[in-house]
């Protein structure tokens, strides 16, 4: 049997990298003999975290559309043409048998340069409300694998599947790594836990909050694990002068952080919305207004509205959060009551039902 190849691409944040490392892990493990090739932008988190995960990659330079005119704006017909043009080699070089793409501005040149090939592309979108790489691939696509329902106003009804978010595996069954997760972050057995993400680059808000937060935390001996982002480390690091507080750039091990964790403050991107409905804790949800069609809030609101979390707008964090934070802190049967809620929202085989579309596809091509 001739070797299978797969190229995979996504990223500009943890929120695509991941998922595509998921399901690259599963395409190994099914296909050991296969051959991985990931495409990223230059300079983005993506070309330190794919290696990191053992898969080579080969980078672009391609970026975001800001949304005030910059000379990047001005360069991007440019940055485009010329990711078009490597995307077209890497593709004619490589020749995979698929290839896969979990948004982010470098998935469109690699996967509009694959199906112009002839390859089977599969599209992985995350959100309530897709991207604007992923509608613009669309059309192309041989299957479109979608976490939310009624997506079919922006992608032909005929090509979606829904699978749901494809989660890291190690986060599967984390009930049992409780002592271990204690033990790597030095923590108090006796002492609650509070786990902060503002996702993979920071978030501002949610870090000027915890700063003015922490009296109230330490006050009722909660320890505090602080993802604040690559890009406020230097402003926020001397938190960790404090007793029962780190704070870190980037959490490497997740699954030993969401394993410790008594409660969760996080934004409400897609992929830590399939996370945390599989970990199963109370959380609370501050989700970004600075997204398309403020697709975080929509994200949270269907956890929410059943009843898994509880979720702030950032308008309401000076005068609501500490008021809400001490009483689920406080509240026990709350917090059982959340967890085991969003619990029953995850979908822990989202990345092995991808992979079988994948594999569909493959099959297909023999016939």
């Known amino acids: 049997m001739q070797k299978l190849k797969f190229i995979l691409s996504g990223g500009g944040t943890g929120g695509h990298i991941y998922p595509a490392i998921a399901i690259a892990n599963e395409l190994k493990n099914r296909f050991p003999d296969c051959e991985i090739l990931f495409v990223g932008a230059k300079d983005k988190m993506e070309m330190q975290k794919v290696p990191q995960a053992g898969y080579p990659i080969k980078g672009l330079w391609i970026a975001g559309i800001q949304r005030r005119l910059t000379l990047d704006n001005m360069m991007f017909p440019f940055k485009l043409m010329d990711s078009l043009l490597k995307s077209r080699k890497i593709v004619k070089q490589f020749k995979p048998n698929v290839a896969i793409g979990t948004g982010g501005f470098a998935s469109g040149p690699l996967l509009k340069a694959a199906g112009s090939a002839g390859v089977p592309t599969v599209i992985q979108e995350q959100n309530s409300y897709p991207g604007i790489t992923n509608k613009w691939l669309s059309g192309n696509a041989s299957k479109i694998c979608v976490a939310y329902e009624n997506l079919e106003r922006f992608f032909p009804k005929e090509k979606i599947v829904f699978t749901g978010n494809p989660v890291r ?6 009930k049992g790594k409780k002592k271990e997760s204690r033990d790597y972050f030095k923590l108090d057995p006796d002492k609650k836990v509070l786990l902060v993400l503002g996702g993979s680059l920071g978030s501002r808000r949610i870090n000027q909050l915890i700063a003015k937060e922490l009296v109230n935390f330490i006050s009722q001996d909660v320890q505090v694990i602080w993802q604040c982002g690559k890009f406020y480390i230097e402003e926020y690091k001397h938190f960790n002068e404090k007793e029962n507080v780190q704070v870190t750039a980037f959490i490497d091990r997740m699954d030993l952080a969401y394993a410790a964790a008594d409660v969760i403050i996080s934004r409400a991107g897609a992929s830590s919305v399939s996370e945390l409905c599989l970990v199963g804790k109370p959380v609370i949800f501050i989700p970004s207004p600075n997204v398309a069609e403020d697709h975080q809030t ?12 509880l979720m702030m707008k950032e308008n309401e964090l000076d005068t609501q959060f500490t008021s809400t934070f001490n009483k689920l802190l406080g509240d026990k049967t709350l917090q059982e009551s959340l967890g085991e809620n969003i619990k029953k929202m995850a979908m822990p085989n989202a990345t092995k039902d991808i992979v079988d579309e994948i594999v569909k596809l493959i099959e297909s091509q023999k016939l």
């Open 169 to 174: 595996q190690d986060l599967i069954d984390i």
């Open 298 to 309: 929509k994200n949270a609101k269907a956890i929410v509205d059943k009843n898994g979390a």
